[in-house]
């Protein structure tokens, strides 16, 4: 057990609409990082927030967004949701923004657009 | 752009060591290398990282060359729990923004 909580375990939904993935980090942990895991894709990093800010972004299509709240558990929204959405999002934690910190991955939200 | 490149699959037998190599001939000076593993319905997990020098802990030894245009992660007696997809990552810090790069990963089987 990492640590890092993620809800909803799965997900299914359909074609246009908008779903929101929760991510707890662990505790002490400032940094949040999304990604996601998608079978023709392999691993690919979203978007980082630390303290509430974001502090870089990867491969996020416009259509999701995210925030890191004040109790520094995150959000991911995707919407207008398309079938190549489907895919398994990973949150992961760190303790602060340098590259040498590990970060803890949670179990991840499997997503299932139909 | 960085990039890293990893064979697609491996397969070593229990007991013997296994020797997973990453290609990242577009590294810069202030990339880290790190690797981690997924193993079956599971999130990646932390093996281990390095900048130049060669290192070693308690799960496996990660060897970078000396112009870091390769580097080699070393499990020294596979187990059948080591059986994952084990992924080359790139991480450093460009104009204050962390970068991450990632391999597509080596898939690992462990032989009994």
């Known amino acids: 057990d990492s640590g890092v909580t993620q809800t909803p375990k799965h997900l299914i939904t359909a074609t246009g609409q908008r779903v929101t993935l929760r991510c707890s980090p662990r505790?002490?942990?400032?940094?949040v990082y999304w990604y996601q895991q998608s079978l023709d894709q392999g691993l690919q990093f979203l978007i980082q927030?630390?303290?509430?800010?974001?502090?870089a972004k990867g491969n996020i299509l416009e259509r999701f967004s995210a925030q890191q709240f004040p109790d520094l558990h995150s959000e991911l929204n995707l919407s207008s949701l398309e079938l190549g959405d489907s895919a398994l999002y990973f949150c992961?934690?760190?303790?602060?923004?340098?590259?040498?910190?590990?970060?803890?991955f949670g179990p991840g939200t499997r997503l299932l657009v139909l | 752009d960085a990039k890293t490149t990893q064979p697609n699959s491996m397969e070593s037998n229990e007991e013997e060591p296994v020797h997973l190599p990453c290609n990242h001939s577009?590294?810069?000076?202030?990339?880290?290398i790190h690797w981690y593993r997924q193993l079956p319905s599971q999130g990646p997990e932390y093996v281990i990282h390095?900048?130049?020098s060669n290192v070693n802990n308690r799960m496996a030894s990660l060897a970078i060359a000396e112009d870091r245009k390769s580097s080699t992660l070393i499990l020294h007696r596979a187990t059948l729990r080591d059986a994952a997809v084990y992924y080359c990552?790139?991480?450093?810090?460009?104009?204050?923004?962390?970068?991450?790069?990632f391999g597509q990963g080596t898939r690992l089987t462990i032989n009994p």
């Open positions: 992961a934690s760190s303790v602060g923004r340098e590259v040498q910190e590990t970060q803890y």
């Open positions: 505790s002490g942990d400032l940094s």
């Open positions: 927030y630390y303290n509430g800010e974001e502090r």
């Open positions: 577009t590294i810069s000076g202030t990339d880290y």
């Open positions: 390095g900048l130049t």
């Open positions: 990552i790139l991480r450093a810090i460009i104009q204050g923004a962390q970068k991450l790069v």
